[in-house]
């Protein structure tokens, strides 16, 4: 009897590409990007019998090789496969462990028939609750969490600030020491509505896996992503620590659950009169815009990941938290105004998402409509909002209530015609994305649930998305202009592509042959986000090559 040699997750290293081990893939999902909607490639969650977990990744190129066979659940035999280390810079990462996996085309993946050690369904790493507010700085994670549900509400649907139909599910989970906010989306939302009003076991115990961390509104928020999965009073230790604890008439008593308020209408004279009871609370007001300080500048240079304002350095900006430049910044709506009533006048700051629900334009669209004239001209757009009448839900600062701040934030805006601004539904359904947007986002794999014994598990969904996909050609795509790059150079970018546009029109009937052919049907892909550019050839050929430049290195 033969016994296949299989090598844990913590031995895997980049030393070599024959590795074989035997593995469950505990979540199988597709990489799409936000605004093209073009497929990057799959990606899993693989553990292995140690319950070591590490996530591995098929680019669009190799996908239709290994997308058929993979399934949620399953146990599989992955053989000569690329390990690679993370390079510090990567976000949202499901897994701490420090390497990573890429298929090729030369790595086999097969069903594993044969008997083995016994390899847990899921496995989990979880974080407390109190923990997570520290975790909500590093982006570089996402979170395992358990906790009981208290606070549901009903399903809401909604119109974004994009005029998008939208789902939204709320509900709390504690520990019985801590409490965090959960909200989910679209048809996540209405799949964990479906679970929650089957469930009869209460108190009813959950697990979310690979949960983003955010902050919305002012305050700490677990969301869904492609990766989230969602088990319910499952037979997990901690589940069952849980829910027995939970019986003790002491568990709440130890932990305050700030209830969602509907926001307190008030003049500008009650705002300025407010004590210390209204720190860290929404108030709303009705004023008319008096003047807009045209001699502020009305954006910031933000970093994209850390959401703070970058450092100019030596002609360019400098992120102070992660280090990184950036020769064109991101850029974010930041505008002063005076409003005014009939009891008083306030300073008003305008945020990204507020500015952007009242003109409908980014500052690189209103940048782009200024390039044929003064650029630096204080927009006409934003010039409007004077002499009109808006309500506005204001947050009250610590710096408000002491008189140390005269500048008071609004973190939401309808103007006259819009109506129960000042209720929590109008509040929670702005656009958590005006000031955290990434350009990539995970979409989920439309796969086959195996019977688990962890059920019901959520997992998101997407239908028939997957047809409207493509494979990514470029790094970018050639039609999407960065927001925050300099009209000129966008103009010499467009001047370049007409010229490049007619010159392949004059060889479109002259095609390329030799290695010229070669050459340009292996550039036409992009494959994984890494460092390797020979994962298209044969493992004998890199085997090869990786002697050749060890023998030179010798010499």
């Not at 993370?86 to 594993?112: D, M, N, P, Q, W």
């Not at 002063?336 to 300073?347: H, K, P, Q, V, W």
């Not at 005006?434 to 997992?459: G, H, K, L, R, Y």
């Not at 004059?506 to 042959?513: A, C, F, I, Y």
Request: net charge positive; aromatic share 10%.
């Amino acid at each position: 009897m033969s016994f296949n040699n299989f090598s844990p997750i913590t031995k895997l290293n980049a030393s070599k590409i024959k590795w074989n081990i035997r593995v469950r893939a505990q979540a199988v999902w597709k990489g799409i990007t936000r605004e093209t909607k073009e497929f990057r490639g799959i990606n899993m969650i693989l553990v292995d019998d140690s319950r070591f977990r590490i996530h591995a990744f098929v680019s669009a190129r190799f996908a239709h090789l290994f997308e058929k066979d993979l399934e949620e659940g399953q146990i599989y035999n992955i053989s000569n496969f690329i390990v690679q280390e993370y390079t510090g810079v990567e976000f949202h990462r499901c897994v701490r462990f420090e390497k990573h996996i890429y298929f090729a085309e030369y790595t086999k993946l097969a069903k594993s028939l044969e008997l083995g050690l016994r390899i847990p369904q899921c496995c989990f790493d979880f974080f407390d609750l109190k923990d997570l507010e520290k975790m909500e700085c590093d982006k570089r994670f996402l979170c395992d969490v358990a906790g009981i549900v208290k606070d549901e509400t009903e399903l809401l649907d909604y119109v974004n600030d994009n005029q998008e139909q939208k789902k939204q599910k709320k509900f709390t989970i504690t520990d019985g020491r801590s409490a965090v906010k959960v909200t989910f989306f679209d048809d996540f939302a209405e799949n964990v509505e479906n679970v929650l009003k089957k469930e009869q076991n209460y108190p009813i115990a959950i697990i979310i896996a690979s949960a983003k961390i955010g902050r919305f509104l002012g305050e700490l928020s677990l969301t869904n992503y492609p990766a989230t999965r969602l088990y319910l009073n499952t037979n997990h230790d901690f589940v069952q620590n849980l829910k027995t604890r939970a019986k003790d008439p002491t568990f709440y008593k130890d932990m305050v659950v700030r209830e969602d308020e509907h926001p307190e209408m008030m003049t500008v004279k009650d705002i300025k009169q407010l004590t210390d009871k209204y720190i860290a609370k929404k108030v709303v007001c009705g004023v008319t815009v008096k003047k807009v300080q045209e001699h502020l500048h009305w954006y910031d240079c933000i970093c994209p990941k850390c959401n703070i304002l970058l450092d100019k350095v030596n002609e360019r900006f400098r992120c102070g938290k992660c280090g990184k430049y950036y020769p064109w910044p991101p850029k974010r709506f930041r505008v002063c105004l005076i409003g005014c009533d009939s009891t008083g006048g306030l300073a008003i700051m305008l945020g990204d998402r507020e500015v952007r629900k009242l003109t409908g334009k980014t500052v690189f669209d209103i940048t782009l409509d200024q390039a044929e004239g003064d650029e630096d001209k204080f927009p006409q757009v934003i010039k409007d909002f004077q002499n009109k009448y808006y309500k506005m839900v204001l947050k009250i600062s610590a710096e408000n209530v002491t008189k140390e701040s005269d500048v008071y934030e609004a973190i939401d805006i309808a103007n006259e015609g819009e109506e129960n601004l000042s209720t929590e539904a109008s509040l929670s359904i702005s656009s958590p994305s005006a000031e955290d947007d990434n350009s990539v986002i995970q979409m989920e794999f439309n796969n086959t649930q195996t019977s688990m014994q962890m059920t019901p598990m959520v997992t998101p969904t997407v239908g028939k998305g997957s047809k409207n996909t493509k494979i990514r050609k470029t790094p970018e795509s050639e039609d999407e202009v960065p927001d925050d790059m300099c009209i000129s150079t966008f103009k010499n970018m467009t001047k370049k592509k007409d010229k490049m546009i007619d010159k392949k029109k004059s060889q479109k009937n002259t095609p390329p042959t030799g290695k010229s052919a070669t050459k340009e049907q292996s550039l036409s892909f992009c494959g994984p986000q890494s460092s390797i550019e020979n994962d298209h050839i044969s493992l004998n050929k890199y085997q090869k090559n990786t002697k050749q430049k060890g023998k030179g290195r010798m010499q």
